[in-house]
C-alpha cells in the first residue's frame, strides 16, 4: 500500500509526505551522495535528504516553525489585491505553500511510524494532531479564498497542469464548505479539526497495539521448525504477537490445531478494541455530519466525486457485481475445505470457520498441488530477492541505483539508495529500507513519501524522497531472512510505489508520483505483482539459498500458479468484504447509529466472506478505515486496471522483462502522475480502451 499521512485536510492530503531539506552531508567532495547532489544541479534539479528530528523537543519545535512559516505565506497570499491577483501568486503560490508543509508532515509521519524511541513516537503524534487542526483552518482563510476568486474572476486562459491545478483549487474550497453561510462553514471546520485528531489517535492505536500469546509445542503443531526457534520462550513456551503480521501468517496457514487458530485469531481481532471502537464511532459519525453539511448523501459520495467512480454506488456496484460472478467458485472453494477438514476431524458435519480458510487453502495446495509455500522460503534470501529485484527494475525503467551510507540511520539497517536515469546520469532521487519488525515500528508493509517532486519557484526541480517500512521475517544467526512468495509479491509491489514516487515529471507536488486518484494509485503497483509468477524473472533471482544452482522447478511454478486460481475466489471474497463493510459504514453510520459500527461491520463482513467470530472486533484493528474511509474499494478496483495493463507486457517481445513496455510505464503512467486525467494515461499506455477480461479471467469468474 501507499502510506497515506492522515494530518492534513482534504485540499493538502495529495501532498502530504514531503519534509525538510537541510543537507547534512558533510564537505567531503568525493562523498558520493554530494556527487550526486552536485550532478543533479547540471539537470536543474536538487536532491536533498530529510532533517531528521532526534528529541521530543525538536519534534515540537518543527510543528511551531512549520506553522509560523506557513501563517505568513499564506498572509501573503491574502493580501493579494484583485487588480495585482496573477496565477504565480495565487494559485501557485498555494501549491508552493502546501508543499512546503507537506514536507514537514511527511516526515514526521515517517517518524511516527518508524523511531526507535517511545517519547519521539509519541510526540510526533502530538505535532500531527497540532499540525492538522492549523492546517484545516487554512482551508477556512477566507483572505486567501478571495485572492483565488479575484484571480478566477478574470477568467484566465490556462492549459495543461496549470489548468487542472486551478480547476481542482476552486473545487477543493467548495468541497471544504467555503461556499456555505459563514454559521455552517465554521461548523464544518470544528468538526474537521476534531476529525483529524481522531483519525492520528485510532492509526497510532492501530501501530501501538500489542499481543502476546503463550503455546506450548503440541499446540502449534504443524507450525514450521524454523519459526518455533524464533519465539521460544521457555521449556516448552512459545510466546507469538498477534500484532506481527508475519507471526499470524505463520500460524493461521500451518497450525494444525483448530483451538489454536481459533484462540490466536481472536485475540488478533480483538486488538485496539477498547481504544478504538469509541473513537471509530465519533468518526464515521463526524464523517456523515460532514459530508450532508457539505450537501453530500453520506461521506462516500464526498470522497468518490474525486477519484475515477465519481460516486459511492458505482463503487458498490462494481463490488456487488464481483460478489455475485465469484460465488460459484467462492462456494466450491469452501467446499473442497470442508473436504479436507471432514478427512483430518473425522466429522462428517464440520464446517468451515473464519479461523479455518487460512489453513485449509493452504492444505488444499499442499495436497491437491503440491505447493507447500514454507518449503519454497529457501529459493527466496531477502537480499538476493532485493538484489534480483532491482537489477529487474533497472533494467525495464532504464535506471541505475546505487547503494550511500545515510548521514543519518534511525534504525541500524537503514539502507539508503539513489535511483538515476541509466542513459543520461540524470539524478532522480532517493529511497530508503526499512524493511524487519521491531517494538513500535509501523506493522504492515508500506511505502512512504518524505520529499514530493515539484518544479519550485526559481525553476529547479526537487527529486524526490521515499521510504519502503516493511515487516519481513528477520534474518537468524545460522540463515539470512527467508521470504515466502507472497512476501516477494509483497516487495515488488511496494517498490512499485517507489518507482512511481521517484519518476515523476510533474510539475507541481499536487500531481506528483502516487498522489494519483485513490481507486488508481495501487495499480502500477498491483500490476508488478505479476513479475513474481513469471518463471523467466524468477530464474534471475530465485534461487535456494544453500545451493544457488537451485532454481524454482517449472512444475512447481506452474503448480503455485494452479493453486493460486483454486483458492482465488476466497481470498478475493475476503477483499471484496472489506470493501463492502468500508462502503456501507460510509453510507449507513451517522450520529443516531454509531453504536450500531460494531454490529454493522461485522454482519457485512460475514454475508460476504465468512461469519465473524462472536464478541470480535476486527474493524478496530484496520487501519484501511481510515486512509480508505469509503475508498477501500479502490484495490478490486485497481486490480482491474492492473491485470488489462500486465497484457502490454504479456503481448510484448521480451514480455516482462520488455524495455520498450517498461519505458511506456515510466513515461505514460509513472512520470505524468495526476498532470492529467488518469483515464487519458491508462488508455495511452494500453494503446486502447480498458477491458475488465483479463481480471475477470485472472480471478476465475467465468
Not at 526507535?116 to 483552518?137: I, P, Y
Not at 465554521?186 to 502476546?212: C, G
Not at 517494538?439 to 508500506?446: D, Q
Request: aromatic share 10%; charged share 25%; net charge neutral.
Amino acid at each position: 500500500m501507499r502510506w497515506t499521512i492522515l494530518l492534513l485536510p482534504a485540499a493538502l492530503m495529495a501532498l502530504a509526505g514531503c519534509a525538510i531539506v537541510k543537507n547534512n552531508c558533510g564537505n567531503d567532495a568525493a562523498d558520493p551522495l554530494r556527487a550526486f547532489q552536485a550532478r543533479a544541479a547540471k539537470y536543474h534539479s536538487i536532491i536533498t535528504l530529510p532533517e531528521f528530528e532526534t528529541t521530543p523537543e525538536q519534534v515540537a519545535a518543527t510543528a511551531e516553525k512549520t506553522i509560523t512559516a506557513g501563517n505568513a505565506a499564506l498572509d501573503r497570499i491574502g493580501k493579494v489585491t484583485p487588480a495585482e491577483a496573477t496565477f504565480a501568486n495565487t494559485i501557485a503560490a498555494l501549491d508552493d505553500f502546501l508543499f512546503q508543509v507537506g514536507r514537514t508532515s511527511g516526515r514526521l509521519g515517517l517518524i511516527e511510524q518508524t523511531s526507535t524511541n517511545a517519547a519521539v513516537r509519541d510526540a510526533a503524534t502530538e505535532a500531527s494532531k497540532k499540525l492538522s487542526a492549523w492546517a484545516v483552518g487554512v482551508d477556512y482563510r477566507e483572505d486567501v479564498y478571495h485572492a483565488l476568486k479575484s484571480f478566477a474572476a478574470k477568467n484566465p486562459k490556462l492549459t495543461g497542469e496549470d489548468k487542472k491545478l486551478f480547476d481542482q483549487t476552486l473545487r477543493d474550497y467548495r468541497r471544504a464548505g467555503l461556499e456555505l453561510p459563514p454559521a455552517q462553514r465554521d461548523e464544518v471546520e470544528k468538526m474537521r479539526k476534531e476529525l483529524t485528531a481522531l483519525e492520528t489517535d485510532f492509526q497510532n492505536n492501530v501501530t501501538k497495539a500489542e499481543k502476546s500469546i503463550k503455546f506450548t509445542k503440541a499446540e502449534l503443531a504443524g507450525v514450521p521448525d524454523d519459526f518455533l526457534s524464533q519465539i521460544k520462550t521457555g521449556e516448552d513456551e512459545y510466546t507469538v504477537k498477534a500484532n506481527v503480521t508475519w507471526h499470524t501468517l505463520s500460524v493461521m496457514d500451518n497450525c494444525s490445531i483448530e483451538a489454536t487458530r481459533k484462540k490466536f485469531l481472536a485475540e488478533r481481532d480483538n486488538l485496539a478494541r477498547a481504544a478504538n471502537l469509541p473513537l471509530l464511532e465519533k468518526i464515521l459519525s463526524l464523517r456523515d455530519r460532514i459530508a450532508k453539511k457539505l450537501g453530500y448523501p453520506n461521506y462516500a459520495d464526498l470522497t468518490t466525486e474525486v477519484k475515477m467512480t465519481k460516486n459511492a454506488a458505482t463503487a458498490i456496484k462494481f463490488l456487488q457485481d464481483l460478489k455475485t460472478g465469484l460465488q460459484p467458485k467462492f462456494a466450491a472453494e469452501l467446499e473442497q475445505f470442508r473436504q479436507l477438514k471432514i478427512a483430518q476431524t473425522g466429522d462428517p458435519n464440520a464446517q468451515i470457520n473464519i479461523w479455518d480458510w487460512r489453513y485449509f487453502s493452504n492444505e488444499l495446495k499442499k495436497q491437491k498441488y503440491n505447493v507447500d509455500a514454507e518449503q519454497l522460503r529457501v529459493y527466496f534470501p531477502f537480499q538476493r530477492v532485493l538484489d534480483g529485484m532491482f537489477t529487474i527494475y533497472q533494467h525495464i525503467f532504464g535506471l541505475k541505483f546505487e547503494r550511500l551510507e545515510p548521514p543519518y540511520k534511525w534504525i541500524g539497517d537503514l539502507q539508503l539508495y539513489s535511483v538515476s536515469d541509466a542513459k543520461t546520469g540524470e539524478p532522480l532521487g532517493l529511497f530508503y529500507l526499512d524493511m524487519f519488525p521491531r517494538e513500535g515500528k509501523y506493522n504492515h508493509f508500506a511505502q512512504f513519501g518524505i520529499i514530493d517532486g515539484k518544479r519550485l519557484p526559481d525553476g529547479n526541480y526537487q527529486r524526490p524522497v521515499c521510504a519502503l517500512v516493511c515487516n519481513f521475517p528477520p534474518p537468524q544467526p545460522d540463515k539470512p531472512s527467508l521470504l515466502s512468495h507472497d512476501e516477494v509479491e509483497t516487495i515488488f509491489h511496494e517498490f512499485g510505489h517507489a518507482m512511481h514516487t521517484i519518476l515523476t515529471r510533474a510539475k507541481y507536488s499536487r500531481f506528483a508520483g502516487t498522489s494519483v486518484p485513490q481507486d488508481f494509485v495501487e495499480a502500477p503497483s498491483q500490476m508488478l505483482e505479476n513479475w513474481p509468477w513469471d518463471k523467466t524473472i524468477l530464474d534471475t533471482f530465485a534461487a535456494d539459498y544453500r545451493d544457488p544452482s537451485k532454481k524454482i522447478p517449472a512444475d512447481i511454478l506452474a503448480q503455485l500458479k494452479a493453486a493460486r486460481l483454486a483458492t482465488e475466489g476466497t481470498r478475493y471474497r475476503r477483499q471484496l468484504s472489506f470493501a463492502l463493510m468500508d462502503l456501507t459504514l460510509h453510507t449507513q453510520i451517522n450520529t443516531a447509529n454509531a453504536t450500531n459500527t460494531l454490529a454493522l461491520s461485522n454482519q457485512k463482513l460475514g454475508e460476504v466472506f465468512l461469519p465473524m467470530m462472536p464478541d470480535t472486533a476486527f474493524i478496530a484493528y484496520f487501519g484501511h478505515i481510515i486512509g480508505y474511509g469509503g475508498g477501500y474499494y479502490g484495490y478490486a478496483w485497481a486490480d482491474a486496471i492492473a491485470a488489462d495493463m500486465d497484457t502490454v507486457f504479456e503481448k510484448s517481445r521480451e514480455g516482462h522483462l520488455d524495455i520498450a513496455t517498461g519505458m511506456k510505464l515510466r513515461k505514460e503512467i509513472y512520470e505524468v502522475g495526476d498532470s492529467r486525467d488518469v483515464n487519458e494515461s491508462i488508455e495511452k499506455f494500453l494503446g486502447r480502451p480498458r477491458s475488465i477480461a483479463p481480471f475477470l479471467k485472472r480471478i476465475g469468474v467465468k
